[in-house]
């Protein structure tokens, strides 16, 4: 079983920052793409942000310049800053992971998500 666990959503003004954190545990050998995910009332789940183990990172054209997906293989966890926040960023924020398990399996796993909430 592996779990991802997302935190550091919250209520934030338009123009303000967060930085959500994703830590994956369980029975985690290797920790392969990982990503960004986010869905809003009545939208489907969308793209925020995607980064591999090397480092590469791509970006929704919505979120580039804004926001920067990083990642510590050492410690599983993954990150987004966002920054100049709108309140069109309010979503539920997923974060996904492709994971080698100790068992060798590749699976691709979801964290229960995050509220960010963007309004005066």
């Known amino acids: 079983q592996v779990y991802l666990v997302e935190s550091g959503g919250g209520l934030v003004q338009p123009g303000g920052s967060l930085r959500l954190s994703c830590a994956a545990s369980?029975?985690?050998?290797?920790?392969?793409?990982m990503g960004w995910y986010r869905q809003a009332p009545g939208n489907e789940r969308e793209l925020v942000a995607t980064?591999?183990?090397?480092?590469?990172?791509n970006y929704a054209d919505s979120v580039k310049a804004r926001f920067t997906i990083s990642r510590d293989n050492a410690k599983n966890t993954l990150y987004l800053q966002m920054d100049s926040l709108k309140p069109e960023d309010t979503a539920v924020y997923y974060c996904?992971?492709?994971?080698?398990?100790?068992?060798?399996?590749?699976?691709?796993?979801w964290g229960q998500g995050t509220q960010v909430t963007v309004s005066s």
């Open positions: 996904n992971a492709d994971v080698l398990t100790r068992a060798g399996l590749n699976v691709g796993s």
């Open positions: 369980g029975m985690v050998l290797r920790v392969n793409r």
């Open positions: 980064i591999t183990r090397d480092g590469t990172a």
